[in-house]
T-cell receptor
Framework: KQEVTQIPAALSVPEGENLVLNCSFTDSAIYNLQWFRQDPGKGLTSLLLIQSSQREQTSGRLNASLDKSSGRSTLYIAASQPGDSATYLCAVRTQGGSEKLVFGKGTKLTVNP | SAVISQKPSRDICQRGTSLTIQCQVDSQVTMMFWYRQQPGQSLTLIATANQGSEATYESGFVIDKFPISRPNLTFSTLTVSNMSPEDSSIYLC????????????FGSGTRLTVV
């Protein structure tokens, strides 16, 4: 059974700092991994998706890496801004034809002005 | 990627009553997914809704408690029946597509509080 863990559960940083969010998964046989952002009481916004054959993806100040063999992914946020404050969720889709996503509990990020 | 309209955005309901949540997609999709996010927990898949067939429920979720309709390829409803305070959660629908059609797009969520 696939399990996804995100560390830390919460993170508070001053504006302008670079930071790294971590995601680990127990079954390395994944189809892809997706990072989402969730604002309080809201739905999910997709940030980056990494296919199992890829090592990283970049979008603006965000960079996500994937090490499938070790079961790890990181989300790097450069030059953080108060608007980046949200909960960041990692989700994996396991191989085998299942459309199911398995989510971590998320990292709650607060960027202080 | 698809755009999903989910209603209601939030509701406060009395225990023992039922609430129906709607998701409308701006394009035709074969599968729609319903998730629950309990306070402080990760998202958990409730069921997969395919048009023209019965929904497939995950372990721990049953049709009597969470009946789902899927009348066409752009619309689905999830009903939370005979509610109790433990049903207080955010409920989200999702469809494949987005990020080069390999990812998933989510609705804006329904924040349900049962009193």
């Amino acid at each position: 059974k696939q399990e996804v863990t995100q560390i830390p559960a919460a993170l508070s940083v001053p504006e302008g700092e670079n930071l790294v969010l971590n995601c680990s998964f127990t079954d390395s046989a994944i189809y892809n991994l997706q990072w989402f952002r969730q604002d309080p009481g809201k739905g999910l916004t997709s940030l980056l998706l990494i296919q199992s054959s890829q090592r990283e993806q970049t979008s603006g100040r965000l960079n996500a890496s994937l090490d499938k063999s070790s079961g790890r992914s990181t989300l790097y946020i450069a030059a953080s801004q108060p608007g980046d404050s949200a909960t960041y969720l990692c989700a994996v889709r396991t191989q085998g034809g299942s459309e199911k996503l398995v989510f971590g509990k998320g990292t709650k990020l607060t960027v202080n002005p | 990627s698809a755009v999903i309209s989910q209603k209601p955005s939030r509701d406060i309901c009395q225990r023992g009553t039922s609430l129906t949540i709607q998701c409308q997609v701006d394009s035709q999709v074969t599968m729609m997914f319903w998730y629950r996010q309990q306070p402080g927990q990760s998202l958990t898949l409730i069921a997969t809704a395919n048009q023209g067939s019965e929904a497939t429920y995950e372990s721990g979720f049953v049709i009597d408690k969470f009946p789902i309709s899927r009348p066409n390829l752009t619309f689905s409803t999830l009903t939370v029946s005979n509610m109790s305070p433990e049903d207080s959660s955010i409920y989200l629908c999702s469809v494949p597509g987005g990020d080069g059609d390999y990812g998933y797009t989510f609705g804006s969520g329904t924040r349900l509080t049962v009193v």
